[in-house]
């Protein structure tokens, strides 16, 4: 039997293609459909509008295939009230739960639209006193109620032009940027940075061991020093290498000022594991004086939060790791509040699962030196990912540049370092 529903969408649908996506989409999901109407934008400022019927097999394949086409601002004409189920037992949403995106999400309570709080991609939405929010079905318990269907559920599409503006995040046109000129990019990112902390928000930033392996830690501890690292997101590698370097100037076993092996070199990080374990904590071993420069040095002398979530592939790990990946999904999320702006570093797995936690209303820009890492961001539903592909020492130091005042390479943070030292 036949089963069918009306949608429309606004926007600019010729220039966007998302029209001819949406389309698509309805006959991948083996769908057929009409276009009721179709008003075309005159100007470039005209948006367009298209009411569209939609029919499929069965309702499973009609609610699935609603759900599917609100990632693309795509709502039901006559949306109704919302529908929820009672979950049946923890850790399981109801079969035909809805399946959230990052997008501004609202939900019709009562004849009123309630605004979703923490957009998040790939979890339910759960209702409580009359709120919504989303939910991941590992934190699901017996008898919450959950979204059920599409019906009275609408998705805002990303940067519509009544969101848009002159300091909007579209400094890069295309998602992975190799050839646009390298210090605009950077002193791009570096203003939208200073407007991020100007209104009061959080910048993250995610990271990988590279940022040490590239010798780009001392431009990245300028960086925190001057404020502009609220927040950490990294595994036990960034840590655990940063740490070995500050001990024994070592990453890997390569020596940082000279490029060459040292010998012994490659016990030295697992060495440094094992100091820091032996202190407690990474906090603890600052306060004790046995962890005296380095990323996660400046972190704990500033008061910035830091969340490291490990691997099967770690040694050690350090103490501050989680090594329980649920558990770490959680305190990342727990550090989302306030963020204004997120910078992800030389970290493929990073930046996906942080990709996955963010709203996409929270600009996003990918550094790495391979441009698949990005793609892979934009292929996994962080739509809003810009990237540029360079070294990540080079971008480093760039940034620090721009926004840490007096701050001269390297060699300077060298001789700083010298000074304090007495060597």
Not at 56 to 76: I, K, W, Y
Not at 132 to 160: E, M, N, Q, Y
Not at 335 to 347: H, W
Request: charged share 20%; proline share 4%; aromatic share 6%.
């Amino acid at each position: 039997m036949i089963v069918s529903e009306t949608v429309e969408i606004r926007g600019h649908l010729m220039n966007s293609g998302i029209l001819t996506k949406v389309l698509l989409d309805i006959r991948e999901y083996g769908g057929d459909f009409v276009i009721d109407r179709f008003d075309i934008g005159k100007d470039a400022a005209d948006e367009s509008y298209a009411r569209i019927s939609i029919s499929a097999e069965d309702t499973d394949t009609l609610t699935r295939l609603l759900m599917s086409l609100q990632s693309r601002g795509v709502n039901l004409v006559e949306p109704g009230e919302v529908e929820f189920r009672e979950a049946e037992q923890d850790g399981v949403f109801p079969d035909d739960f809805y399946s959230t995106t990052n997008l501004p999400t609202l939900v019709r309570i009562s004849g009123r639209w309630v605004p979703v709080d923490n957009p998040e991609m790939d979890c339910g939405l759960l209702i409580v006193g009359g709120r919504v929010r989303t939910i991941p079905v590992s934190d699901v318990r017996h008898g919450d109620h959950i979204v059920c269907g599409a019906r009275g559920v609408k998705v805002v599409p990303l940067f519509s032009h009544r969101e848009r503006d002159e300091s909007s995040f579209d400094f890069m046109i295309s998602d992975v940027s190799s050839e646009k000129p390298q210090a605009l990019l950077v002193r791009q990112i570096a203003e939208q940075m200073r407007e991020v902390k100007a209104a009061g928000k959080k910048v993250l930033w995610v990271g990988g061991p590279a940022v040490v392996h590239t010798g780009a830690a001392p431009a990245m501890v300028e960086l925190v020093n001057a404020g502009f690292v609220d927040v950490m997101f990294a595994g036990n590698a960034l840590a655990t290498h940063d740490i070995e370097a500050a001990m024994y100037g070592t990453s890997l076993g390569v020596d940082l000022a000279k490029g060459l092996g040292v010998e012994h070199g490659h016990e030295h990080h697992i060495r440094a594991i094992n100091t820091i374990r032996k202190a407690g904590s990474i906090s603890a071993a600052v306060e004790q004086g046995v962890l005296t420069g380095g990323i996660m040095h400046a972190l704990v002398t500033a008061g910035k939060r830091f969340v490291l979530v490990g691997s099967v592939r770690d040694d050690g790990p350090l103490p501050n790791v989680y090594t329980d990946v649920i558990e770490g999904q959680r305190a990342m999320r727990a550090e989302l509040a306030d963020v204004g702006f997120a910078i992800m570093v030389a970290t493929m797995l990073h930046s996906v699962a942080t990709g996955n936690l963010l709203p996409a209303s929270i600009p996003l820009v990918c550094v790495d030196i391979n441009p698949a890492t990005v793609t892979k961001l934009a292929d996994r539903g962080s739509a809003q990912a810009r990237g540029i592909v360079t070294d990540i020492g080079l971008f480093l130091e760039q940034l620090a540049f721009e926004l840490v005042p007096g701050y001269r390479g390297l060699a300077a943070v060298g001789m700083r370092n010298s000074a304090r030292t007495g060597r």
